[in-house]
Nanobody, 124 residues
Framework: QVQLVESGGGLVQAGGALRLSCAASGRTFSTYAMAWFRQVPGQERKFVAVISRVGGVTSYEDSVKGRFTISRDNAKNTVNLQMNSLKLEDTAVYYC?????????????????WGQGTQVTVSS
């Protein structure tokens, strides 16, 4: 069992930056690929970024490439999402997720554990 707790969301102006963090419980953190998804009310949850078990491989949704960076610290059981040059369309609830799957899965069905979400609001 893995429990995930996100933090770092908030209100930011367009062009600004935020850093999301996700703290995981348990001693098996390094056996999970970790990802961030986001969801807007009335829409499905969508992939944002993923990092492999030991951090050697990452993948990003096209609209965040070059602006967002995912990283992890297996010694501290944390995964972070640095979000720069934020846009209005980045407004969403952001979820941290853990997957036992190999590689860097990008679909919600491959994820076994989810956090409660943290709101990110980008204003003009």
């Amino acid at each position: 069992q893995v429990q995930l707790v996100e933090s770092g969301g908030g209100l930011v102006q367009a062009g600004g930056a935020l850093r999301l963090s996700c703290a995981a419980s348990g001693r098996t953190f390094s056996t999970y690929a970790m990802a961030w998804f986001r969801q807007v009310p009335g829409q499905e949850r969508k992939f944002v970024a993923v990092i492999s078990r030991v951090g050697g491989v990452t993948s990003y949704e096209d609209s965040v490439k070059g602006r967002f960076t995912i990283s992890r610290d297996n010694a501290k059981n944390t995964v972070n999402l640095q979000m720069n040059s934020l846009k209005l369309e980045d407004t969403a609830v952001y979820y941290c997720a853990a997957s036992r799957s190999f590689g860097v899965p990008t679909t919600t069905g491959n994820y076994d554990y989810w956090g409660q979400g943290t709101q990110v609001t980008v204003s003009s």
